[in-house]
């Protein structure tokens, strides 16, 4: 989620994070972008590579991931689509007022549909979170836009899904996108209000469907606003690291600083690494997703999502049906 750690209307990558080693990318690489699903034209898509994705993230890398969250941030400040500056979550000046204080997200134990996303950008490697969700092909991973492609810019190469990660632990493996859609409004001019993002991938090795394997949430469009949310995600910025699951719960409330976004948000203080993190109508992992972690405000424990309206949901009927 991108959370902008120094205010004002402009959001911030949620919380790019400390510095966490950049590595080399020296893996898969993204095939010729598509202009778009031809069925749809709101639609963007790409194949990606997915042989020797999964080698290559070894424990190393993926401990030193960065928090893909900066990447939302960069879109902002390309298309100068916020009102303030955007800063990095998850630098000293930001996060010391942090440390050692109770945070408002809560321990979860791994969910088997959750978990976190690595991939390649522009040289670095990143993290988010995201989360399989049901659809026909039973291989569609959901995840925040800026987690897909820079908005606008290149798309992820190197793209993995590690379901139920726990302290460097991948009990159901690591699943390499073969495929990844974004809306048109976010590659092309990295539109906020479009912020989400799914990823197709391969089958196993024993030829299984990730959904058949981990299970996936149902799916929701166009549903009311101000609606009661319990998102996860896996915060890697101080004060959290990344290695474990986090939950916030809470009614959602229209983003007063960029109304434009038409985004809502919730009781929150979970740091970069949850961008993509899924949001569940209700409260619990069992209810229907609804949209995604997307981005926050320096100064204010509140993280936003997009409105999953008709744009996002054809976006996933895409993927669903690659």
Known sequence: MTRTRSLASGLLAFSAAAVLALTSANGASAAPARSGDQANPSVAEVAVEAAGAADYWTAERMQSAIPGDVLAGKALERGNRSSADIVEKGKPSSTKATRGKQ?????????????????????????CSGNAVSSANGSTVSTAGHCVNEGPGAYATNFVFVPAYENGNAPYGKWAARALYAPTQWVSNGDMAYDTGFAVVNRNAQNQTLTSVVGGSGVAFNQARGLTYKSYGYPAAA??????????????????????????????????GSSGGPW????SSDGVQNSINSYGYNRSAVM??????????????????A
Request: hydrophobic residues 30%; negative net charge; contains cysteine.
């Open 103 to 127: 945070t408002i997200a809560k321990s979860e134990v791994p969910v088997s549909h959750i978990g976190k996303v690595f991939f390649t950008l522009g040289g670095s490697n990143y993290v």
């Open 304 to 321: 936003y999502g997009p409105y999953w309206g008709s744009v996002i949901q054809a976006t996933y009927n895409s993927a669903a049906a």
């Open 280 to 283: 569940f109508i209700g409260t």
């Open 239 to 272: 004060p959290f690291n990344g290695e474990t699951l986090k939950s916030c719960t809470g009614t959602a409330t229209d983003d007063p600083n960029n109304p434009q976004f038409g985004s809502q948000g919730i009781p929150c203080d979970m740091t970069g």
